[in-house]
């Protein structure tokens, strides 16, 4: 097919029609258990180097127009694929690269998981007269916390760091305080190998 697209910020293989961007967005919204706002399928696509942002924008806005897709939540603008997409997804998707399908899933999917783990473990920052307390949180579920604890760092680089790291798997912490204060050593061994990870 003819490019007919910008290549800014698309990663080699990535894809650069048109036509090609609305066979994997219908191929996504597909095959994904979770729902999806509009913006955040855009840019995810974008920061994945899979496809341009404008042009996904514009292969998501013709889709909708020809009700291949439909929105389900106005507010948010959360979409899904409708019988017309479906049918574009089963019939189309083979002339969609392998491993680009592979990708999109990919990182649709560590979006998801990522939003998924910060709305269920809580950061919270918060100056002192020294510098900055940071109070994590992991929950097991809506009214029941796992742990939770404060630490005391200088300054927000580091806040923000203890932040960015918590959030990219609560559960190794978890398992790292539980195996130090239970003297598990095998557990520890196993939390410090997937850390390393």
């Not at 404008?54 to 409708?82: G, H, K, R, W």
């Not at 969609?96 to 709305?119: A, D, G, M, Q, Y």
């Not at 029941?144 to 806040?159: C, E, H, K, R, W």
């Amino acid at each position: 097919m003819k490019s007919n697209t910008f290549s800014a910020g698309v990663n080699p293989g990535g894809l650069r029609n048109i036509q090609e961007i609305k066979v994997l967005i219908c191929y996504i919204l597909s095959n994904i258990d979770t729902k999806i706002k509009k913006s955040d399928l855009i840019s995810t696509l974008q920061n994945g180097g899979i496809s341009n942002y404008f042009e996904t924008s514009e292969a998501f806005s013709d889709l909708e127009s020809n009700n291949n897709l439909i929105c389900i939540n106005n507010d948010q603008e959360i979409y899904t694929v409708s019988e017309s997409g479906k049918v574009i997804s089963e019939q189309l998707n083979g002339s969609l690269p392998h491993i680009i399908k592979k990708k999109s899933i990919e990182v649709i999917n560590n979006f998801i998981n990522t939003i998924k783990s910060r709305n269920e473990n809580t950061v919270k920052i918060e100056k002192n007269n020294r510098g900055y307390n940071v109070t994590c949180g992991i929950s097991g579920d809506e009214d029941f916390n796992l742990m939770s604890f404060t630490l005391y760092v200088p300054d927000i680089d580091q806040a923000t760091m203890v932040k960015e790291n918590f959030h990219k798997n609560p559960g190794i912490i978890y398992r790292t305080v539980l195996a130090i204060l239970t003297q598990n050593k095998d557990l520890l061994k196993e939390s410090i190998a997937n850390l390393s990870n």
